[in-house]
């Protein structure tokens, strides 16, 4: 079945960029999409790429989607205390029944 | 303001009492979904509607039953409640559908079985 994986923590200094890559299996995801989670809160959507589209900007964001290599991954230029939250990799797969999501990946900010 | 709405947000009961988690969404969205989250595990589909009186089972609906009455609300009941059950759980909604549309979580239910 379709699968997304991500790593469970990084570690980073305030200030510096933020790397989280993701990589999923289902090669007729039409939509790729970054979720962050704040404590106590529900899911808030922070971007998303085309499938036919290789690279997104959005102010401090950078998506990069490697297709072939079906993997994904989103930057964070300047890493902020508020940036502390949980990030969701999903894939759109290609029916209607949802999206597929990692386990999230838990991003720490050092001072 | 655009929202999904959970109730109740912290619940405790035990083994066997039935309860049902309400879920109400006031942005005439077509899909909804519920997920639980769980560490290590991530979130997972219970059940999810594409439309009133329409809904299909996600990946981990067993245990679990959803109904989808009017369109603004889809809540999710469980009949005989376990432990394993015990999960934070979230409503999501999104106006077409999940492939291509933004998709609007709650805040979630933590629910203890014990």
């Known amino acids: 079945g379709e699968d997304v994986e991500q790593s469970l923590f990084l570690s980073v200094r305030e200030g510096d960029s933020s790397v989280i890559n993701c990589t999923y299996t289902d090669s007729s995801s039409t939509y790729l999409y970054w979720y962050k989670q704040e404590p106590g809160a529900g899911l808030q959507l922070l971007t998303y790429?085309?499938?036919?589209?290789d690279m997104k900007q959005d102010q401090r964001l950078t998506v990069l989607l490697n297709k072939k290599d079906k993997h994904l991954s989103l930057r964070i230029a300047d890493t902020q205390t508020g940036d502390s939250a949980i990030y969701f990799c999903a894939d759109s797969g290609g029916g209607a029944d949802g999206l597929t999501f990692g386990k999230g990946t838990h991003l720490i900010i050092q001072p | 303001e655009a929202q999904v709405t959970q109730n109740p947000r912290y619940l405790i009961t035990v083994t066997g009492k039935k309860l049902t988690v309400t879920c109400s969404q006031n942005m005439n969205h077509e899909y909804m979904s519920w997920y639980r989250q769980d560490p290590g595990l991530g979130l997972r589909q219970i059940y999810y509607s594409m439309n009133v009186e329409v809904t299909d089972k996600g990946d981990v609906p067993e245990g679990y039953k959803v109904s989808r009455k009017e369109k603004r609300n889809f809540p999710l009941i469980l009949e005989s409640p376990s432990p394993n059950q015990t999960s934070l759980y979230f409503c999501?909604?999104?106006?077409?559908?999940?492939?291509?549309?933004?998709?609007?979580f709650g805040s979630g239910t933590q629910l203890s079985v014990l």
């Open positions: 999501a909604s999104s106006l077409l559908g999940s492939t291509n549309e933004k998709l609007f």
């Open positions: 790429i085309f499938s036919n589209m």
